[in-house]
């Protein structure tokens, strides 16, 4: 399988600051990652396509100027939530495509959970 | 109705049962077919892979799935308690490059 991993793990700021996500594919290169969100008991809803060297593709209803997405590298993807407030408060997850011989679907990070006071 | 139906349980089994968690889905171009284990606070965690229609196992779990009836399973055998989470099925038409469309997840505990 594959490894993907988030930064941090959890978070917490104040209301009005920008907080930033790293996710990173640890063994394979990712030209895609997808970034989701989920909310307690819910299950995930996608946010955004990443795509490394070009825009991202946002979801129908989500924010592009307050949630930024940058894929700057083959291996890392970061999602910037912009002058968060208390309903930003969510577990954010990324996953990141992977095609082996037994297998063509997605990985997913461990998620990092963001607190807004 | 939504493209993938799943019970959000929570489903209570004891250790040692055998545990049938499905999914219904809609799209009849869905050909990718995954079952996710997500802990609390933890992202998913990939648990089955299946392409297209069959039968799949990896040690206590087998995934099938009935293209014609469009309907998922997972069995899980000699349940543990450390089996206790959220199982998801997602499902897509295209390569893992695609989005997937996910069920809501059905919580399972298992009590010892």
């Known amino acids: 399988g594959a490894v993907v991993s988030q930064h941090p793990s959890w978070v917490i700021c104040k209301s009005g600051t920008s907080v930033k996500i790293e996710c990173r594919s640890l063994d394979f290169q990712a030209t895609t990652m997808f970034w989701y969100r989920q909310f307690p008991k819910q299950s995930l809803m996608l946010m955004a396509t990443?795509?490394?060297?070009?825009?991202?593709?946002?979801e129908q209803g989500v924010e592009k100027d307050k949630f930024l997405i940058n894929h700057a590298s083959l291996t890392l993807s970061t999602l910037t939530v912009t002058s968060a407030h208390p309903e930003d408060s969510s577990f954010y997850i990324c996953?990141?495509?992977?095609?082996?011989?037994?297998?063509?679907?997605?990985?997913f990070g461990p998620g990092t959970r963001l607190t807004v006071l | 109705q939504k493209e993938v139906e799943q019970d959000p349980g929570p489903l209570s089994v004891p250790e040692g049962a055998i545990v049938s968690l499905n999914c219904t889905y809609s799209?009849?171009?869905?050909?990718?077919f995954m079952w996710y284990r997500q802990y609390s606070r933890k992202g998913p965690e990939l648990l089955m892979y299946t392409y297209s229609s069959g039968n799949k196992e990896d040690g206590r779990f087998t995934a099938q799935v009935d293209k014609s009836s469009k309907y998922i399973s997972l069995f899980i055998r000699d349940s543990q308690p450390s089996d206790s989470a959220t199982y998801l099925c997602?499902?897509?038409?295209?390569?893992?490059?695609?989005?997937?469309?996910f069920g809501k997840g059905t919580m399972l505990l298992v009590s010892p």
């Open positions: 997602a499902m897509s038409a295209n390569s893992g490059y695609s989005t997937l469309t």
């Open positions: 990443s795509n490394e060297g070009s825009k991202a593709t946002y």
């Open positions: 996953s990141a495509p992977w095609r082996g011989r037994a297998e063509d679907t997605q990985y």
């Open positions: 799209n009849s171009a869905f050909q990718y």
